[in-house]
Nanobody, 126 residues
Framework: QVQLVESGGGLVQAGDSLRLSCVYV??????????MGWFRQAPGKERSFVAA????????NYADSVKGRFTISRDINKNSLYLQMNSLTPEDTAAYYC?????????????????WGQGTQVTVSS
């Protein structure tokens, strides 16, 4: 079992930056690291891939819409995942979800992830 808790969302203006954090707590399972990712869902839209990172942080994967603006990272010692978001636009407004993959890679399909956080809201005003 793993619990994922996101934080760091908020209301910002276009052009601002935010850093999302996700702490993952494992219990009752053998220590093993998995790939992790961030997804987002805007009102009335499907949940979409944002960024992913492999088990040891050496490989990352980004949606085209965030490349060059967002950076995903993880701190294994702190059981934490991060998403640094720069140059935010109103189109980035959504609930952002942290997720753990079934595998070790930087996957980009929601179906590849089996544990999800509750989400943190990011709202960007123009």
């Amino acid at each position: 079992q793993v619990q994922l808790v996101e934080s760091g969302g908020g209301l910002v203006q276009a052009g601002d930056s935010l850093r999302l954090s996700c702490v993952y707590v494992t219990s009752g399972r053998t220590l093993r690291l998995y790939g992790m990712g961030w997804f987002r869902q805007a009102p009335g839209k499907e949940r979409s891939f944002v960024a992913a990172i492999n088990w040891n942080g050496t490989t990352t994967n980004y949606a085209d819409s965030v490349k060059g603006r967002f950076t995903i990272s993880r701190d294994i010692n702190k059981n934490s995942l991060y998403l640094q978001m720069n140059s935010l636009t109103p189109e980035d407004t959504a609930a952002y979800y942290c997720a753990e993959s079934r595998g070790a890679g930087a996957d980009n399909r929601a179906a590849d992830f089996d544990s999800w956080g509750q989400g943190t809201q990011v709202t960007v005003s123009s």
